[in-house]
């Protein structure tokens, strides 16, 4: 059974049951209760919850995670992209728009921090490394340094090789592919 206060009105008491069940492990039985409170009107509460379930990560339903990733707070979708990596290739193609969406620059930040190393882990499908070199190519304006950091990560997770088959895409990939072999680093 999980924490009472878990269901209460006051978010107070929310806050409060899920720090205690945070402190010990959410068990089994409760990531589903945890997992609403991704959707709890509460910002901190949405954040913590998305802590809380990192080490359960395989076990949450992807809806919630999925609707944290696109929450309207840019703190609540920076902690839904850990919890959205921890279950491996599942919310990949989810991550990979984050990592140029300027306008949410916490969550940006935390899926260029996230993606490569989930890359390596789990591969990428051409379909998603096509979304990724089209969302680098709408860059309406050459990456920041610190974007040019991340980006590189991700350039070397995908690989120079495989970046280098895109150049001659007849579309906008090419344009994304030459940026992030730019980042890329190597001669």
């Given at each position: 059974?999980?924490?009472?206060?878990?269901?209460?009105?006051?978010?107070?008491?929310?806050?409060?049951a899920?720090?205690?069940?945070?402190?010990?492990?959410?068990?089994?039985?409760?990531?589903?209760?945890?997992?609403?409170?991704?959707?709890?009107?509460?910002?901190?509460?949405?954040?913590?919850?998305?802590?809380?379930?990192?080490?359960?990560?395989?076990?949450?339903?992807?809806?919630?995670?999925?609707r944290?990733?696109?929450?309207?707070?840019?703190?609540?979708?920076?902690?839904?992209?850990?919890?959205?990596?921890?279950?491996?290739?599942?919310?990949?193609?989810?991550?990979?728009?984050?990592?140029?969406?300027?306008?949410?620059?916490?969550?940006?930040?935390?899926?260029?921090?996230?993606?490569?190393q989930?890359?390596?882990?789990?591969?990428?499908?051409?379909?998603?490394?096509?979304?990724?070199?089209?969302?680098?190519?709408?860059?309406?304006?050459?990456?920041?340094?610190?974007?040019?950091?991340?980006?590189?990560?991700?350039?070397?997770?995908?690989?120079?090789?495989?970046?280098?088959?895109?150049?001659?895409?007849?579309d906008?990939?090419?344009?994304?592919?030459?940026r992030?072999?730019?980042?890329?680093?190597?001669?």
């Open positions: 059974m999980s924490e009472p206060g878990l269901s209460s009105p006051l978010a107070q008491d929310r806050r409060r899920l720090d205690a069940m945070a402190g010990r492990g959410i068990e089994a039985h409760e990531v589903e209760a945890v997992a609403g409170l991704l959707l709890d009107p509460d910002r901190q509460i949405r954040v913590l919850a998305c802590g809380a379930l990192l080490p359960r990560a395989a076990e949450v339903a992807p809806e919630p995670i999925g944290a990733l696109s929450d309207p707070i840019d703190e609540v979708r920076a902690a839904a992209v850990p919890l959205a990596a921890a279950t491996g290739a599942r919310h990949r193609a989810e991550l990979v728009p984050l990592c140029t969406a300027r306008r949410w620059p916490l969550a940006q930040r935390a899926a260029l921090a996230a993606l490569p989930l890359i390596r882990g789990t591969g990428i499908p051409d379909d998603d490394v096509s979304a990724l070199l089209r969302a680098v190519a709408q860059m309406s304006s050459p990456p920041s340094v610190e974007e040019r950091a991340g980006l590189g990560k991700l350039a070397r997770a995908v690989g120079a090789e495989r970046l280098a088959t895109f150049l001659s895409s007849p906008d990939r090419r344009l994304g592919a030459a992030l072999l730019a980042e890329e680093g190597s001669e």
